[in-house]
């Protein structure tokens, strides 16, 4: 492979330490594929590994031919490669649960004779909570601390961004909130007779997620653990797809692993009589593999081919994980 300096293999060696491993970029590109990939390259190699989705529409388990819904199962006969599909609607459902409660608990403790339930739909009927309890999925197998690596089939386009960004605005929230509530605690308590110490379930709630913010940021920003890997194909739209999310995490401290080309023909099989469609489409991706080297120079890692067939179970994972850590 010409014109690579650092190659994913040689980007792992020099990361030892490495344990979270995400794969960006426009819908579409092979996300999950070199993740699915990534995850049964790093068992082989002896680490024991977790190859997980939090996105609300899975494709793992199609990926691997194997029901992962659910609950970690071993995958592809790797003895130390798991496979999960993480049921978000179920774990909506709790945080539903745990807002009603703290919500019920602050309006009595406000006085406040509105029905909770109403704050509660207005709480989670928006999109951004459904993401929200996706990254919160994450961090708890984060924290969890199961595995030695784990590997993440991210949701497309912006979302990676706008989770993290997130912990950015929580923590300036949650700040917020626990200065309000310290005053309110002052005030009620001067206002009581009995100057008892109360709980304060809330408080106590907003202080264990600034812990987990905090703790989560100190993971995804560690250049040692955690790295962003983007994917494109030689065209124009996933290059300036993932230009923009290079730059974005750059501004977030984020670390970014490096770029992975997909898809590209290889050309020897391209006779010189082949359909002029064809011959046009290596065109494209000659000029678009120039804009490439251009702009991502020795942050390409690694160049996969167009196949002949989709990348669809075990054996052409397998067939993969070759190409991608040559
Ligand atoms: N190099 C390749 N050769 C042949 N088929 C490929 C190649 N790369 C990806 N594909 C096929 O393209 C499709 C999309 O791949 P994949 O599902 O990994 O993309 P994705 O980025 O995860 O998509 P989404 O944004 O929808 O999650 C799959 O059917 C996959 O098998
Ligand atoms: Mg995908």
Request: hydrophobic content about 45%; charged content about 25%.
């Amino acid at each position: 492979m010409s014109g690579i300096t650092i190659s994913m293999a040689d980007y792992i060696k020099n990361h030892p330490k490495l344990k979270f491993v995400f794969f960006g970029g426009k819908g579409g590109v092979g996300k999950t594929i070199m993740a699915g990939a990534s995850a049964l390259w790093f068992a082989r190699q002896g680490k024991k590994t977790l190859l997980a989705s939090t996105n609300p529409v899975h494709s793992l388990s199609n990926l691997l031919n194997q029901d992962v819904f659910g609950k970690p199962a071993i995958i592809c006969d790797e003895k130390l490669c798991w496979g999960f599909e993480i049921d978000t609607k179920e774990s909506i459902e709790r945080s539903k649960q745990e807002i009603r409660e703290k919500i019920a608990w602050f309006l009595k403790f406000a006085d406040i004779t509105i029905k909770a339930e109403e704050f509660v739909e207005s709480a989670t009927m928006n999109p951004a909570f459904e993401e929200s309890a996706m990254f919160e999925n994450m961090l708890d197998l984060m924290f969890k601390d199961e595995y030695e690596i784990y590997v993440f089939d991210t949701a497309p386009t912006a979302n990676a961004r706008r989770l993290l960004g997130m912990s950015k605005v929580y923590a300036l929230w949650v700040d917020k909130m626990l200065k309000s509530r310290e005053e309110a605690k002052v005030l009620r308590k001067a206002l009581s007779y009995t100057k008892k110490e109360e709980k304060d379930p809330l408080m106590d709630y907003l202080l264990g997620f600034k812990d987990r913010m905090g703790h989560a940021k100190v993971l995804l920003t560690d250049p040692a653990l955690t790295s962003f890997f983007f994917v494109t194909l030689p065209e124009a739209l996933p290059i300036a797809v993932i230009t923009r999310f290079i730059q974005w995490f750059h501004d977030f401290g984020i670390p970014v692993g490096g770029v992975i080309v997909n898809g590209l023909i290889q050309k020897e099989t391209v006779k010189a009589d082949a359909p002029e469609f064809v011959r046009n489409r290596v065109k494209m991706q000659d000029e678009h593999m120039e804009e490439i080297w251009q702009k991502f120079g020795d942050g390409v890692r690694s160049i996969i081919p167009l196949f002949e067939t989709e990348v669809q179970g075990p054996a052409m994972l397998r067939k993969l994980a070759d190409k991608l850590f040559v």
